[in-house]
């Protein structure tokens, strides 16, 4: 025998079929089956009858699958949730971000980093650079000012008009260059632009010479746990320059492939 079928051999002595037919049991009312007529359903999963009776049943004392009353049949149940939901706050948002910077900056040849929101400020949580002279020397940890960089903006523009008011109510706005925002009007204005765009932009908003774009991170909950920027020279983000395009393209995908790592599914068919 060769090694391959030994493996899959091997392999086979492991599989143990009332698993893999609960598996596909669940599978199969997840695509939205109810199993209220158990004849149907035992053919369409081609198991016995009594045993996915025993199947219906055991899941439901164990909450996996929960009995529609009023309609007959079933739904996934909570305890499945609750395990779903275990396994999503295990893929951290930190753990899910580094081959993705990783990948802008192979590609792009840019800095890239992982931020989140803090109140007023954003702190880094991961970076990575390129070989090159002009690579970011903002470190894991730093903090920054929220609605003076792109990372912080697109988590801002996230935020609801009220939960905005509260957080800079009565608060001055430090200026960093002219191109800063310091007033509530001004940066409401500057947060409606990033939001519609779907991303922050700056041309050297926050230091000179420096340019970047943020794109938003979402969650299973669809809230935004962070986001992701790429930075570098000024003129690479020039409006009108030949990188604008490709830029905006590979940044807002490595932030949908996140997000969908992290059980996000909320995408509209314009931002796919």
Not at 23 to 50: F, V
Not at 127 to 137: D, F, I, V
Not at 144 to 149: D, E, V
Not at 249 to 264: D, H, I, T, V
Request: hydrophobic content about 40%.
């Amino acid at each position: 025998m060769a090694e391959t079928e030994q493996q899959e051999a091997g392999q086979s002595l492991y599989v143990v079929p009332p698993v893999t037919r609960a598996i596909a049991l669940l599978r199969y009312i997840a695509a939205g089956n109810r199993c209220r007529n158990t004849s149907s359903a035992a053919k369409a999963l081609n198991i016995n009858r009594t045993t996915l009776i025993r199947l219906l049943s055991t899941l439901e004392v164990e909450g996996i699958l929960e009995p529609l009353p009023d309609e007959g049949g079933y739904r996934l149940g909570t305890g499945l949730i609750a395990l779903a939901s275990e396994a999503l706050n295990e893929r951290s948002i930190l753990q899910v971000a580094r081959p993705f910077l990783k990948q802008l900056v192979d590609s792009l040849n840019l800095s890239a980093h992982l931020g989140v929101l803090e109140g007023r400020e954003i702190v880094y949580l991961a970076r990575e650079t390129p070989n090159s002279h002009l690579a970011s020397t903002v470190r894991e940890g730093t903090r920054l000012p929220a609605h003076a960089t792109t990372i912080g903006r697109i988590l801002l523009s996230e935020l609801s008009p009220a939960a905005l008011k509260s957080l800079y109510a009565g608060q001055a706005m430090e200026s960093f260059t002219a191109k800063t925002r310091t007033s509530l009007a001004d940066l409401e204005e500057q947060l409606r632009t990033d939001r519609s765009r779907g991303m922050a932009w700056s041309v050297a908003n926050f230091e000179a010479e420096i340019g970047s774009a943020a794109v938003a991170v979402h969650d299973h909950q669809a809230r935004a746990v962070g986001a992701i920027n790429v930075t570098g020279h000024a003129s690479v983000f020039a409006d009108d320059g030949p990188h604008v395009e490709r830029i905006e393209k590979e940044l807002k995908a490595a932030a949908r492939s996140m997000s969908e790592a992290l059980g996000y599914r909320g995408w509209s068919a314009d931002q796919m």
